[in-house]
């Protein structure tokens, strides 16, 4: 697969979704890919003669980030901010909560703790909104499971990835497991902001947007082969630090660079965006049938009217 002109390189790991991004970015100093016009997506898979042969499937999104109102925004990276865990990281017995697909159905999620069960070889999705300002910290638990070996342990017997709200990778990790509970400690992400575009490390610049985090979490098959169970438990803590601030303001609508009351709503529901959708559409389905029901029965009373004048009048005529 080759993104942006370059290879990506998958190695020896499990079967799993995979996500790559192509930019094409205006800037001020002018560049490569400035001029308007038609452009052209070419996603090619290489793969070596030992290598399953099965077409994957393939989705392909367009997304488009307004301008900024006055020109092109910061053009500095900004300075590191601490990259020490926080020490309200959410405890206390998990929520049952199962993820989605992919990013179509992720699951959303707020604050809070959640639990799941995988199957060996089996990936889900979830998806948090974080705002301007804010920073995403995530912490994946795989809990004990019991073997016949003497000696067991899975490399890379869960995967974890980042996306941010343009589906861009942000960053990623794994977890060695050995039948006891492994807990996958990593770093808060940076805060959101807009100027992070211009930072070099991958896990910052990914940190541009403000919306939709996708925490993209692969159980390795091997589990299968090495520990007792059909499916094993995953626990998810999630916490997101620090309060909106104002972001850029863009010339028009940010579109899916922006967290509102949709997207809280949605992640203290636990909801997919299929499923938003779905409840919107009945809102407006029930909004409808209650306009029309009260058409129908002023209808039907001047039918009744019409009828009973008409009943009145008959009578008369015959008396």
């Known amino acids: 697969m080759r993104h942006g002109g370059h290879a990506v390189r998958l190695g020896r790991l499990p079967a799993r ?39 994957w499937e393939l989705e392909l999104r367009l997304l488009t980030e307004p301008a900024v109102q006055g020109g092109g925004g910061p053009t500095q990276a900004p300075s590191p901010s601490p990259t020490d865990a926080p020490a309200d990281v959410p405890g206390g017995e998990p929520v049952a909560r199962p993820g989605g697909t992919g990013f179509n159905d992720a699951v959303a999620l707020a604050d809070g703790s959640f639990k799941t069960r995988l199957r060996p070889g089996a990936t889900t999705f979830y998806r948090v909104p974080v705002d301007w300002g804010q920073r995403l910290y995530v912490e994946p ?8 070996k003497s000696v067991a342990h899975v490399s890379s017997a869960l995967k974890t990835a980042l996306y941010n709200p343009a589906f861009g990778p942000v960053d990623d990790g794994s977890l060695l497991f050995n039948g006891s509970p492994q807990t996958l400690s990593s770093e808060p992400l940076q ?18 947007f403000a919306g939709w985090y996708y925490v993209q979490l692969t159980l390795s098959p091997k589990m299968a082969e090495v520990f007792r169970g059909d499916d094993f438990g995953v626990t998810l803590r999630v916490r997101v630090q620090g309060e ?17 009351d949709r997207e809280r709503d949605a992640a203290e529901a636990g909801r997919s965006d299929a499923e938003v959708a779905r409840g919107e559409t009945m809102a407006v ?35």
């Not at 308007?36 to 090619?44: C, D, T």
């Not at 638990?141 to 016949?148: K, N, P, Q, R, V």
């Open 285 to 319: 389905v029930a909004a409808s049938g209650i306009g029309t029901g009260t058409v129908l029965l002023v209808g039907l009373g001047v039918w009744f009217w019409v009828a009973r004048r008409g009943a009145a009048g008959s009578r008369v005529r015959s008396g």
């Open 244 to 260: 909106p601030v104002a972001g850029p303001r863009y010339a028009g609508d940010a579109g899916p660079f922006q967290v509102g």
């Open 17 to 55: 979704p995979l996500a790559a991004q192509a930019v094409r970015a205006i800037k001020p100093d002018g560049g490569t890919c400035q001029e308007a016009g038609p452009y052209f997506l070419v996603v090619e898979r290489e793969t070596g003669p030992t290598s399953a042969q099965e077409p």
């Open 191 to 208: 805060p959101v902001a807009y100027e992070n575009r211009h930072a070099s490390a991958p896990s910052v610049k990914g940190t541009r």
């Open 141 to 148: 638990e795989l809990g004990s499971a019991t073997t016949d």
